[in-house]
């Protein structure tokens, strides 16, 4: 569960807490952009969970998490604050191992940076990472 009051932002399952931050301010134009950060991390997680369904689209998780920040990062520092928040927690998740987390908040923190994502070309060059998105577009489509 994802609850938020004026302190911080906590994510707990059952009486098991997971995650929690505080807010780095409260006003008005932080607390609009908080939802911005929450669909795109939910639209990085949901393409996370795609790619694990494909053995073969895992190698553009890095390229997942860069792209997230980069989509965060330009919609303010409340999108930010959900979209750390979400990266936190689906780094974790998506890990098999504490070095595999390191490395996808570390593409995270490129993509913050905005700095490019093409450091990912050697394991998820840009045609193959398109040809992901539209065919998740697709298996999206096929269900609704």
Request: proline share 3%; charged share 15%; aromatic share 10%.
């Amino acid at each position: 569960m994802l609850t938020a009051n004026n302190s911080h932002l906590t994510l707990t399952h059952g009486n098991d807490l997971l995650h929690q931050m505080p807010y780095p301010s409260l006003n008005s134009e932080f607390l609009e952009e908080i939802p911005l950060g929450i669909v795109v991390t939910m639209q990085a997680w949901h393409l996370s969970s795609i790619s694990l369904d494909n053995k073969t689209q895992t190698k553009c998780t890095e390229r997942n998490f860069c792209e997230l920040g980069q989509n965060c990062a330009v919609f303010g520092p409340g999108s930010l604050f959900a979209c750390q928040f979400g990266a936190d927690t689906m780094a974790r998740w998506l890990a098999s191992e504490s070095s595999q987390e390191v490395d996808y908040l570390k593409s995270f923190k490129y993509g913050v940076n905005l700095e490019s994502c093409e450091t990912h070309n050697a394991s998820c060059p840009v045609h193959h990472w398109n040809n992901f998105i539209a065919k998740a577009k697709e298996y999206t489509n096929e269900f609704m």
